[in-house]
C-alpha cells in the first residue's frame, strides 16, 4: 500500500468514527431533551399542585377567620363546603339559603325544594351571575356528585358560604314537592 492510499484509508476512518460520535452525541441529545421535557411538564404540574394548595390554604384561612368551621374531612379533601344530610339542609333552607338544583330539565319533573334555582350543571359556569353572592347556596342533584362538582366551581369563583346536600334530592325530607319552576 502506498502512502496516499494509507492516508486515505485513515483519513476514511476518521471520517466514519467521528459520524458515529456524532449520531451518538446526537442520540444522547435526543434523549436529553425529552428528558428536559418531561422534568417541564413535572415542574409545571408540581407548581399547579402548589398554587392550588395555597388558594385552599388562604380560602381555609378565610373560611375559619369568618368563624365557619372546617372539619378534618374538609381539610383533608380540600373542600370548602358543607355536606348536608336532608334535616340539616332542611333547616338551613328555612333560614334563608338559597336552593340550587344543578340536575337536568326531565329530572326536575319529579319535583324541587321549594323556591330553588334551576341551572343545570352544564349550564352553570354561563349563568352563574344569576346566582346571589351575598346568600348561602345549598346545592343539590339527584345523588350528591354533580352538586359536589358544583359547590367545587362556585368556590373557585369566590363564593363563601357553599352546602351540598350529600345525599341528593332523595334526602330532602319532602321529595314529593312539585315543581316550583321548571
Given at each position: 500500500?502506498?502512502?496516499?492510499?494509507?492516508?486515505?484509508?485513515?483519513?476514511?476512518?476518521?471520517?466514519?468514527?467521528?459520524?458515529?460520535?456524532?449520531?451518538?452525541?446526537?442520540?444522547?441529545?435526543?434523549?436529553?431533551?425529552?428528558?428536559?421535557?418531561?422534568?417541564?411538564?413535572?415542574?409545571?404540574?408540581?407548581?399547579?399542585?402548589?398554587?392550588?394548595?395555597?388558594?385552599?390554604?388562604?380560602?381555609?384561612?378565610?373560611?375559619?377567620?369568618?368563624?365557619k368551621p372546617m372539619t378534618p374531612e374538609m381539610i383533608l379533601e380540600q373542600r370548602?363546603?358543607?355536606d348536608l344530610e336532608g334535616d340539616d339542609a332542611a333547616l338551613r333552607v328555612a333560614?334563608?339559603?338559597?336552593?340550587?338544583?344543578?340536575?337536568?330539565?326531565?329530572?326536575?319533573?319529579?319535583?324541587?325544594?321549594?323556591?330553588?334555582?334551576?341551572?343545570?350543571?352544564?349550564?352553570?359556569?354561563?349563568?352563574?351571575?344569576?346566582?346571589?353572592?351575598?346568600?348561602?347556596?345549598?346545592?343539590?342533584?339527584?345523588?350528591?356528585?354533580?352538586?359536589?362538582e358544583a359547590c367545587e366551581f362556585l368556590c373557585q369563583e369566590g363564593f363563601q358560604?357553599?352546602?351540598?346536600?350529600?345525599?341528593?334530592?332523595?334526602?330532602?325530607?319532602?321529595?314529593?314537592?312539585?315543581?316550583?319552576?321548571?
Amino acid at each position: 500500500m502506498t502512502t496516499p492510499t494509507i492516508a486515505l484509508l485513515l483519513a476514511g476512518i476518521a471520517l466514519a468514527l467521528a459520524l458515529l460520535a456524532f449520531l451518538r452525541a446526537s442520540g444522547a441529545r435526543q434523549e436529553v431533551q425529552a428528558e428536559a421535557n418531561d422534568l417541564r411538564r413535572r415542574l409545571a404540574n408540581q407548581d399547579q399542585k402548589w398554587q392550588q394548595d395555597r388558594e385552599f390554604q388562604a380560602r381555609s384561612l378565610t373560611r375559619l377567620a369568618s368563624g365557619k368551621p372546617m372539619t378534618p374531612e374538609m381539610i383533608l379533601e380540600q373542600r370548602l363546603w358543607d355536606d348536608l344530610e336532608g334535616d340539616d339542609a332542611a333547616l338551613r333552607v328555612a333560614s334563608g339559603t338559597i336552593p340550587l338544583d344543578v340536575r337536568g330539565q326531565s329530572e326536575v319533573r319529579s319535583g324541587m325544594i321549594p323556591g330553588a334555582l334551576h341551572i343545570p350543571l352544564d349550564a352553570l359556569e354561563s349563568r352563574i351571575s344569576e346566582l346571589p353572592r351575598n346568600q348561602p347556596i345549598l346545592v343539590y342533584c339527584a345523588a350528591g356528585v354533580r352538586s359536589a362538582e358544583a359547590c367545587e366551581f362556585l368556590c373557585q369563583e369566590g363564593f363563601q358560604e357553599v352546602s351540598n346536600l350529600a345525599a341528593g334530592f332523595p334526602s330532602w325530607p319532602q321529595t314529593s314537592q312539585t315543581p316550583s319552576a321548571p
